[in-house]
């Protein structure tokens, strides 16, 4: 029986995603090659949606630190030239204790009145509390929509973080794994992801 999502979550078909994704499983790759597919799936998922904006208006972009440092490039790349952009970076981890998301980092300066739209980067969506605590962010901060894109969830992280505010978000999602593990990890997954990204995991 397939999982019904709230109805503000797409995922995509796109063969070529699906290749990538079943190479990240694989947990004995180097970090290089970690990196290379990260860019190349987030080139992958901007492929499949539209990104615009009217003319005198800019999207901000914003990266979730910090795997989705990683997902920048890739994403980049396919925004049309006649789009302005802002890009700005949040920092949220999770607590390892009570899985609960720990805001680190945040820089977002007072919004201008041309920003109305946000994407967001950020490769997982796990148990989908660093997902709504940014679209808290983003909604205080006075966008009108916020645009979620992520390789990878659950169907409680999504159904999470989509209820946060879900006339005004959009979440777009290469696959959805079944499950968690006790310490709040996407099962069966791609691990951790930024330890797998930028080495520091050991």
């Known amino acids: 029986m397939a999982i019904s999502h709230p109805s503000n979550v797409h995922t995509i078909q796109d063969p070529t995603f699906t290749t990538l994704l ?24 901007a492929q499949n949606i539209t990104l615009k904006a009217p003319a005198n208006e800019t999207l901000a972009i914003i990266v979730v630190l910090r795997s989705g440092l990683a997902m920048f490039e890739g994403f ?39 920003i109305n739209q946000a994407i967001v980067l950020d490769p997982l969506i796990a148990t989908g509390g660093t997902a709504g605590a940014v679209v808290d962010i983003l909604k205080e901060w006075g966008v009108n929509k916020v645009t979620f894109l992520s390789f990878l969830s659950t169907p409680v992280g999504l159904d999470r973080a989509a209820k946060v505010w ?26 951790d992801i930024g330890d797998r990204l930028f080495g520091t995991g050991f």
């Open 22 to 45: 079943d190479q990240l499983r694989d947990r004995t790759l180097t970090p290089s090659t970690v990196r290379t597919l990260v860019h190349d799936a987030a080139s992958t998922i």
């Open 76 to 114: 980049m790349k396919n925004v049309p030239e006649d789009v302005s952009t802002a890009v700005y970076h949040m920092g949220i981890f999770r607590d390892e204790s009570s899985l609960q998301p720990v805001e680190y980092y945040n820089k977002l300066p007072v919004k201008q009145a041309h």
């Open 166 to 191: 879900p006339e005004s978000t959009e979440f777009v999602v290469g696959a959805v794994d079944p499950g968690l593990d006790d310490k709040g990890y996407i099962q069966p997954g791609v691990g």
